[in-house]
């Protein structure tokens, strides 16, 4: 998938970029390394949050691609492997 299409409908307005009537706000520095960021007009965004910097405050980002979690039994979860493994059927 293109980088395009994964911010399909987003348009440079004089209040920046703008996606589906909200104004996006550029990735921050915890979001280096994420899959989820795309390039749009010489500036990073976020494709499944318009406000990256609030998915930091409280802790690791949620949708993050590159943060390892860490699950109650102490075992980390690479994310992109568990997200596969979701795909497959849970196992
Ligand atoms: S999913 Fe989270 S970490 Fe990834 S780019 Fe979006 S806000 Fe940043």
């Given at each position: 998938?293109?980088?395009?299409?994964?911010?399909?409908?987003?348009?440079?307005?004089?209040?920046?970029?703008?996606?589906?009537?909200?104004?996006?706000?550029?990735?921050?520095?915890?979001?280096?390394?994420?899959?989820?960021?795309?390039?749009?007009?010489?500036?990073?965004?976020?494709?499944?949050?318009?406000?990256?910097?609030?998915?930091?405050?409280?802790?690791?980002?949620?949708?993050?691609?590159?943060?390892?979690?860490?699950?109650?039994?102490?075992?980390?979860?690479?994310?992109?492997?568990?997200s596969k493994r979701a795909a497959r059927g849970g196992?």
């Open positions: 998938m293109s980088n395009e299409r994964m911010l399909e409908g987003a348009v440079k307005t004089a209040e920046g970029v703008e996606l589906k009537g909200m104004v996006l706000e550029a990735v921050v520095e915890q979001c280096d390394g994420c899959d989820r960021i795309r390039e749009f007009e010489g500036e990073k965004f976020c494709t499944s949050y318009p406000f990256p910097a609030k998915k930091w405050v409280l802790g690791d980002c949620n949708f993050a691609t590159h943060v390892a979690r860490v699950t109650a039994s102490g075992k980390k979860i690479n994310p992109l492997k568990a196992k």
